[in-house]
């Protein structure tokens, strides 16, 4: 005997969503326009575009400066030419203070001979070494600072700030700390606990040091910053932006957090018109971030702004010649204000760059044919064939239209 099993049937109603979902969707697809977390690319009608090329952290991120330079300690020295050592080290700080770095180091120097325990003078070596990036010479001073006087709270975090820039980061974070169990309230320290926490991707760790920061300094827009960019890589995206915001209410000269912002709104929410907003102010404060022009220009692309698109992609690559993927959205660029020959320049040049570049070569077979060129578009479909089959075909199919 044989068994029929029911075939179950979907509601008509269920039908009739899902076929309008499919619309939908096949829709927003052929509008669709530069879609950062993906991988296409741009076609005649408008299509996408190349994937931004996405930085790990905020394009811009720097630390703020350090403590403020040494202060005056009295001390029973001998003397030479009438000048005791800390008048030698008085001399050291104005110097200090005009950046005169050189006069500074000889003074502290003649402060070190008469007295050859001065842990400030030492400090005060420290804290140039660097300022001037010398940092193997800063851990040589600040080292010799603490053994004169282990309990420097102001010594130890520079120390850290050594290590930090030398990414001997156990070391950075023990001086951290040891600094805060002399200064609980030292809001530097957190901040720089965080950084590194934020460095490490330990993103939770990171907002708890910052807001220990905030704690202790209500007004650090640093901090802030900082902060937006953990909650940033944690997910937390409203908080991120809000972060960022507030470290430019209090700082309104802040390029790291225009940038950060920037950053919230390319590549997470999305929001390219408020992204080009925050990448061009924080261009405008520091303007030598390739990634940040190169996103400003893929964000005037998407928003179909293609003259103002190309400025900073030229930027880009003024600063990063080596950029494959801001010559191709240069290219569309060109393309779209009918600039052909431009656009087959800039192609070609990041194909000379990254010859499987699977974007430049369907978007050089494209100007080819807007070019009537169908023999340069062939060329790059037997390219395309060899490094990625559904885009040849696809350009095979825009051929034969």
Known sequence: MTTYFPVTRMPLQIIRVVFVLVLFLSARAALAQHEPSGGSIKDVAGGTVSTPVKSGRAPVREPPRRPTPPVRRKSVAAKSNGMDADDYYDDGNRFLNDKKYPEAIEAYNNAIKLNPRYAEAFYGIGWIHNDQQDYELAVDALTKALRFKPDYPDALIELGYSHRNLKHYDEAMSSYRRAISLKPDSATAFYEIGWID????????????????????????????????????????????????????????????????????????????????????????????????????????????????????????????????????????????????????????????????????????????????????????????????????????????
């Open 198 to 401: 934020n460095e490490r991707k330990q993103y939770a760790d990171a907002v708890t040091s910052l807001k220990q920061a905030i704690q202790f300094r209500a007004n650090y827009a640093d901090a802030y910053t900082e902060l937006g960019y953990a909650y940033r890589k944690l997910e937390r995206f409203p908080e991120a932006i809000r972060e960022y915001k507030e470290a430019i209410r209090l700082k309104p000269d802040i390029a790291a957090a225009y940038t950060g912002l920037g950053d919230v709104y390319f590549y997470n929410t999305k929001q390219y018109a408020e992204a080009a907003n925050a990448y061009r102010e924080g261009l405008r404060l520091k303007g030598e971030n390739a990634t940040a022009f190169y996103n400003l220009g893929w964000c005037y692309n998407d928003l179909k702004r293609y003259d103002e698109a190309l400025e900073p992609l030229k930027q880009a690559i003024r600063i990063k010649p080596e950029y494959p993927e801001a010559h191709v959205e240069l290219g569309y660029a060109y393309r779209r204000t009918d600039r052909y020959a431009d656009a087959v320049g800039e192609y070609k040049t990041a194909i000379q760059q990254k010859p499987d570049l699977v974007d430049a070569h369907y978007n050089l077979g494209i100007v080819y044919l807007l070019m009537k060129n169908r023999a340069g578009a062939m060329e790059e479909y037997r390219s395309l064939q060899r490094l990625d089959g559904a885009t040849a075909q696809k350009l095979y199919q825009e051929m034969n239209k």
